[in-house]
């Protein structure tokens, strides 16, 4: 999506923020104990919550599918790649066996009923679940930093609310900074919420950095402004208001905003960090990656924790120095795994102290 909606100011990013020594960074994987789908049963499911669409865009679906695999990146990529067609209004996709002609504005409109199904799956979670989930995590962590000396910093590329929802819930221990503030009757995105950051006494400072945006993050057309609102697609009103969600397509770059405040912090926090825990992340964001590469090379104390059940095989794939690379292969949530994983996680804390 091109978000223009706000205008790059140069702005110094907060040292508060950039000076954490451990930085957590969730997956699609983070959220599976919530009830919520990974990338191959969410396009699994596709075609079958879009039956009633017309016919056109059903079966450019089902070709997508059969041609990019159960890989929503790809997907996205290759529709993205027929919207903004400047040469042509259609492309024909050949494979064994034949081919099919698919318009731009098919293209979109498959792209909207993905859209649509992405909010209606992960508008809302559970909070028993995410309490149950997150709450020993977080006792771990800062049971390792100082709360009045270090917030702890969350990237993630997940679309819920699962965050929001434990920290507005436990509000009584936890500060929650995540680029809104108050203005008037809305809750209104603005990069200086993290540039001003401070710390609040007596409580957990979390600074939640959404980097592919939100179900409930919305573009007020007229205002020009992003607000927080109750999850709704913009079909229901596409004058006034559109979905603010950077989709994962491949080599997608983050240099519009919400997102390039939130990539930019990710690098930087990166550069300083001595530990990146990493849950349920298989790193296809092309620039995410990019920036972690950067940073690993420029910060030699920094460690990358991956767990995931396919922790092992996903580490062999990076471009990166084996020997700060520890994996975990268990499943965030999992009530077998967690004395494994947490204890896991307890001893890489430890190496702060090293």
Known sequence: MNQKAYNYRPMQLNRQILQ???VLFLGAGASQSLDKL????FVERLPARIKYRPDPVKKALQHLIEHCGDDLENILGELDAIIHLKSATSVSMIREGGSRSISQDVANSVRHAIEYDIIREYAEVPLEKVTRLYRPLFDLIFARIDPQVHCLPIFTTNYDPAIETFCDAHANEYALTDGFKHMHRDYVWDPETFHGFHFTPGKRSIVLFKLHGSVDWLLLRLKNAIIRSQPFHQSIDTKRYQNVLIYPAVHKVATDEPYYTAYDYYGRCCETARLLLTI?????????????????????????FLMAPDAVETLGRLPMDRERLRDVPYMFGSESDSDSYLSDVNSMLLTLYR
Do not use: E, H, I
């Not at 990974?38 to 049963?41: D, L, V």
């Not at 349920?280 to 940073?295: C, I, K, N, Q």
């Open 20 to 22: 954490s020594p451990v």
């Open 38 to 41: 990974t990338m191959k049963p």
């Open 280 to 304: 349920g992340y298989s790193f296809r964001d092309y620039d995410a990656l990019a920036r972690l590469r950067s940073a690993m090379s420029f910060n030699s104390s920094l460690l990358l």
